[in-house]
């Protein structure tokens, strides 16, 4: 019998669930096989690149290696030569032909070699001024309408002239003759002067300084003349009794004057020196006394520049206005060298001590401006130990300079061993004891520098701590006759209102003659200038002030383009030197003492041939 088994039913859920898997397990492997046909297609393409890649390389270096066997001669590697520079290079040496020429003589041929040669021959040949600024007063040039001069230009009037010392303003000149005589001229002398006039003479003057509206001048009997500036003072002012050559008989001198000699000098003792202000004179004496007076006819000295604490107008004693006083702060002191600006006084010992005192509104005097120290009316001594201060040198002033609202003062700082304690013992410095006894020679300045007339590359409105002028400190030269390196120190400084120059005292040689060497040549010292320049004082032709030393072309323009043209046929770059002192024949066939000096006044500066 058979039994009949019904079929087991599928629930539907476990069916529709099957078939999803299997849809999804065929998805994921039709994806699966999608992605690995992808892969197996980017790997061949890698490939393929790669290959590519790799054969560009190829025939690139091939390429490249064929071209350096081209370029070099078969050699893959370039062979490297030495080679004489083409004469288009920039920097390639060229050697000066020599300006020697055939068929001239010694002398001429020293001119063509060197311009410094030329320069000093001509100083001699021709003597006289040049001068360049403020015209407006008709001193720099007496027979121009130009308000400035911008270049060096002659004097006419004193061409193979020598003259014992000048001194200029913008609106009059003074300068003293070879006989001592005081010669004047611009718009303060007298309006439409075209030339110096003699006022002064029969004095013996040697030297000259001026204040706002007088010249104070010195002679070699030791005795001090005030003259007005104006013609119009000097013919209507009281004019003294002087004698004659003739005995018991005496008039009154051509123009008036005031002596100011002070009346208690002892036996012996006469004025050696002068400097003036604005408004306030100094006289040094020949025993190292110094005096002070007013040097002006319309302002008395106000701002403690006569260095007597408490004179003032109100307070002067019985006389002349101008009567000189002795500066008895300074008794104690021998004073060798004096200078004034226009309201601050300078003296120096002979111990190289500094003593300033008067307007420090600027820091003039080397002290800080503050309310109680605006002016100074007694002597003070300036310390200049600190810019040396941890160098071993002991500095001692040389020389002192003032103008305007300046101050300007010279060092010789001597190497020495550092005194004991002053250093640790371990560890010594090795170079503190090298060079002992070397002398350094610095240059310092003070005061006002907004126009550049500090001369230390810097424009500022007050200095009242020593700056050093770094183009005029610390050079040295090696002195061919002694074969030893000496300092370079200042000859001579000029300061004006604004402006300054420099003369070195630099190595110089004056022995070329018929009996040396053709080669053998002259040369002079040299000589730079600084500092405001509103009205072309600087001589450069242009207008901008100048804060740092620079030189100037040589001064006699058109004889040195001439001599240029002469040797080398084209525009030559020289600088301008001054003729040191020395006994020659000058044009006019005498044979004198005499050198170049510069002048710096206000607002003009000047150079001219000076004798004794």
């Known amino acids: 019998m058979f039994a009949r088994t019904a079929p087991t039913a599928i629930p539907r859920c476990s069916r529709l669930l099957s078939t999803r898997a299997q849809l999804l397990a065929k998805q994921a492997s039709e994806q699966s096989h999608v992605l690995s046909a992808s892969h197996q297609t980017k790997e061949h393409r890698r490939q393929q690149q790669l290959y590519r890649t790799f054969l560009a390389v190829a025939l690139a270096g091939g390429a490249l290696t064929l071209s350096q066997l081209y370029i070099n001669d078969g050699h893959i590697l370039r062979r490297a030569h030495a080679e004489a520079p083409t004469q288009e290079e920039e920097n390639a040496i060229i050697f000066e032909k020599s300006r020697k020429q055939v068929g001239v003589s010694k002398e001429e041929n020293r001119d063509l070699i060197s311009s410094q040669h030329h320069q000093v021959k001509r100083s001699w040949e021709n003597p006289g001024v040049y001068a360049w600024g403020s015209n407006t007063g008709r001193v720099v040039a007496p027979d121009s309408n130009e308000s400035n001069i911008k270049n060096p230009r002659r004097l006419a009037f004193f061409d193979g002239k020598l003259l014992r010392d000048i001194k200029l303003d913008r609106n009059f000149g003074a300068a003293i003759d070879e006989q001592g005589d005081l010669l004047q001229w611009g718009n303060g002398y007298a309006p439409d002067t075209k030339a110096p006039v003699r006022t002064l003479s029969g004095k013996n003057l040697t030297s000259i300084t001026i204040s706002r509206d007088r010249i104070l001048g010195l002679s070699r009997s030791g005795k001090v003349y005030s003259v007005p500036i104006s013609a119009e003072d000097q013919a209507d002012g009281a004019k003294p009794q002087e004698s004659s050559w003739i005995p018991f ?113 600027a820091g003039q005097l080397g002290f800080d401006t503050a309310a109680e120290t605006s002016l100074v009316d007694a002597p003070s001594l300036v310390p200049i130990s600190k810019p040396y201060a941890g160098t ?221």
């Not at 307070?315 to 004096?338: C, K, M, N, V, Y």
């Not at 004991?420 to 560890?427: A, H, R």
């Open 249 to 361: 008989w005496s008039s009154n001198s051509n123009v008036a004057y005031r002596d100011l000699t002070p009346k208690s000098l002892g036996r012996g003792e006469t004025i050696s020196s002068i400097a003036a202000g604005l408004e306030h004179a100094l006289l040094l004496s020949s025993t190292g006394r110094l005096f002070s007076a007013a040097s002006a006819s319309d302002a008395y000295p106000t701002r403690g520049q006569l260095g007597i604490p408490g004179l003032s107008w109100q307070t002067r004693p019985e006389g002349s206005f101008d009567q000189p006083h002795e500066i008895t702060t300074l008794s104690g002191f021998t004073i060798s060298a004096i200078a004034a600006g226009e309201r601050h006084s300078l003296a120096l010992d002979s111990q190289g001590r500094l003593f300033t005192w008067g307007d420090n509104s």
């Open 392 to 612: 071993a040198q002991t500095p001692r002033i040389t020389s002192i300079a003032a103008g305007g609202n300046n101050t300007f003062f010279t060092v010789d700082a001597t190497k020495s061993l550092p005194q004991p304690g002053s250093l640790p013992i371990s560890n010594p410095d090795p170079s503190l004891s090298r060079n002992i006894g070397r002398v350094t020679a610095d240059t310092f300045a003070l005061g006002a520098g907004i126009s550049g007339q500090l001369g230390n590359n810097r424009w500022t409105h007050v200095q009242s701590t020593p700056a050093k002028i770094p183009s005029l400190s610390g050079l040295f030269e090696y002195d061919e006759t002694t074969n030893i390196t000496v300092p370079i120190r200042l000859a001579r400084l000029s300061v004006g209102d604004r402006h300054a120059s420099a003369t070195m005292s630099n190595i110089t040689y004056l022995s070329a003659s018929a009996t040396t060497s053709d080669d053998d040549t002259n040369w002079g010292a040299d000589v730079v200038f600084w500092g405001n320049n509103e009205h072309y004082q600087l001589g450069t032709g242009k207008r901008n002030n100048v804060s740092q030393p620079l030189y100037l072309a040589p001064l006699d323009e058109t004889a040195e383009v001439a001599r240029a043209k002469r040797s080398s046929g084209k525009k030559e770059e020289h600088r301008f030197h001054v003729t040191p002192r020395a006994k020659v024949k000058i044009g006019d066939g005498r044979k004198v003492e005499v050198e170049q000096r510069v002048e710096c006044g206000r607002g003009v500066t000047a150079v001219y041939s000076g004798t004794w």
